[in-house]
C-alpha cells in the first residue's frame, strides 16, 4: 500500500535548494509554483505577485539568475545568513527573537553585468506602515555592504495594468517561440516593418499571420513595442526589433 501524500508544506528544500527560508505553509490550498530557467526550473513562491515577478524577471535580458528567498538579513548583527543553519545559531544568540530582527528579500537577483540586486514584492494598496519600511531601510543599509542594492516591487492593484497583462503573455512565449517561428515570418515581418512603426492589427492582417506569434516575435526581438506602457493588442505600434531586447525591461516601471 502507498504511503499517502502529504499536503499543505511549500517549498520542501534539501541541501541543493537555494534559499533559507521555507515558503508558508499552504494549510491544504494549492502551491504557487513556476518554471524559470534562470532559477535552475521550478520553484515555488508565497503569492501570485512573486509569481508575476518572477515571469518579469525570467524575461528581462539583464537578468543572468535569480533565487527566491535566498538569505537573511540579521539586522541585530548586521550581516548575510545563507544557510538555515546560520539562521537558527543567529536566533539562539539574540533569544530566539525573530520579528523586527531579520529580514528575507523575496528574490536576488544576479544581472549579467555581475550588479547583485534583491527585490521585494509590495501590491498596491498594501505597500506596508512606517515600521514596515523602517525594517526596510535598515536592512538596505546591510545589504549594500554586502553589494546588494534592495528595490520594493509594488505590482498594480488593476490586472490589466500593460506590465501585468503583458508579463503574462511574453513568458510563455519565450519557451514555445522557436517552435513557431520559421525563417520566413521572420523575413517577412522584418521586410513589412522596414518602412516605419505599425499597427499590430495592420501587420497581422497583411501578412496572414495570427496574432499568437505577436508575444514570440516580441520575446525574441524581431518586433519592439512599448510593453511597459501599453497593452498587446491590435492598436499596439510594433517597431522592427533586429534583435533588440531592451523592451522586455519591465521592473523600473514597478519600482519604488
Known amino acids: 500500500m502507498k504511503n499517502s501524500p502529504s499536503y499543505g508544506i511549500r517549498s520542501r528544500r534539501n541541501a541543493m535548494n537555494a534559499g533559507v527560508r521555507l515558503t508558508a505553509r499552504t494549510y ?3 502551491r504557487i509554483g513556476t518554471y524559470a530557467k534562470k532559477a535552475d ?3 515555488t513562491v508565497d503569492s501570485d505577485p512573486e509569481r508575476l515577478v518572477a515571469h518579469i524577471l525570467r524575461i528581462d535580458p539583464r537578468v543572468r539568475s535569480f533565487k527566491q528567498q535566498p ?3 540579521d539586522l541585530v548583527g548586521e550581516r548575510l545568513l545563507f544557510t538555515r543553519e546560520e539562521v537558527s545559531e543567529a536566533r539562539r544568540l539574540r533569544g530566539c527573537r525573530i520579528g523586527d530582527m531579520e529580514y528575507t528579500p ?5 544581472q549579467t553585468n555581475g550588479l547583485l540586486c534583491a527585490y521585494e514584492v509590495k501590491v498596491q494598496g498594501y505597500e506596508g506602515d512606517d515600521q514596515y519600511w523602517m525594517k526596510i531601510e535598515r536592512a538596505r543599509e546591510i545589504m549594500e555592504a554586502y553589494c546588494y542594492s534592495l528595490s520594493t516591487v509594488i505590482l498594480p492593484a488593476d490586472e490589466r495594468h500593460p506590465v501585468v497583462f503583458n508579463a503574462q503573455l511574453l513568458k510563455p512565449a519565450i519557451a514555445r517561440a522557436h517552435t513557431y517561428l520559421t525563417r520566413d515570418i521572420i523575413d517577412r515581418v522584418e521586410r513589412y516593418c522596414e518602412s516605419g512603426p505599425v499597427l499590430q492589427r495592420a501587420l ?3 501578412l496572414q499571420i495570427p496574432t499568437g506569434l505577436i508575444p ?3 520575446a525574441t ?3 519592439q513595442a512599448d510593453v511597459a506602457h501599453y497593452r498587446i493588442s491590435a492598436a499596439l505600434e510594433l517597431s522592427a526589433g533586429y534583435g533588440d531586447l531592451s523592451h522586455l525591461c519591465l521592473i ?3 519600482r519604488s
Do not use: R, W
Request: net charge negative.
Open 28 to 30: 491544504g490550498k494549492a
Open 41 to 43: 526550473g521550478h520553484i
Open 106 to 110: 523575496d528574490f536576488s537577483v544576479v
Open 252 to 254: 523600473e516601471e514597478l
Open 204 to 206: 497581422c492582417a497583411n
Open 221 to 223: 526581438g524581431v518586433l
Open 71 to 73: 538569505f537573511t538579513v
Open 216 to 218: 514570440p516575435l516580441l
